[in-house]
């Protein structure tokens, strides 16, 4: 997976991926990365998801996800409506994209890079 990918879904339709962050362990700062390697039924590599890692994984009441993602337009919405400025990655999500409508891809199979993957539910925030 790298920063240069397109997503297929209903037809061919193009968008990007701004950046890439992992993060290593629960409650530490993302890190960024020009590429990093999907691997189905894990996540990415680096991430502690992948290891097993996460809160998702600790708790029997969440589900935790092999990748989340986030639009990039999204996140400039809040910084103009809201005054709310996101530093990159802050916001903790794996995949930045632009020119993704991703509520559109829940029980869709779409590409990212050369990964193939599923929408299986929207990210809600943190709390």
């Known amino acids: 997976m790298d920063r240069t990918s397109e997503r297929h879904a209903r037809g061919t339709r193009t968008g990007s991926v701004v950046r890439l962050h992992v993060a290593p362990g629960t409650g530490g700062d993302p890190e960024p990365r020009d590429s990093v390697e999907a691997v189905a039924g894990r996540g990415l590599e680096g991430d502690r998801y992948y290891r097993g890692e996460g809160i998702y994984n600790e708790r029997e009441d969440l589900e935790p996800s092999d990748i989340t993602l986030i639009e990039v337009e999204a996140l400039e919405a809040a910084a103009e409506d809201y005054g709310v400025e996101f530093e990159p990655g802050s916001h903790r999500r794996n995949v930045?994209?632009?020119?993704?409508?991703?509520?559109?891809?829940?029980?869709?199979?779409?590409?990212?890079?050369?990964?193939?993957v599923e929408g299986t539910g929207l990210c809600e925030p943190c709390g």
């Open 96 to 116: 930045t994209t632009r020119g993704v409508a991703l509520n559109h891809l829940v029980g869709e199979r779409f590409r990212v890079g050369d990964a193939v």
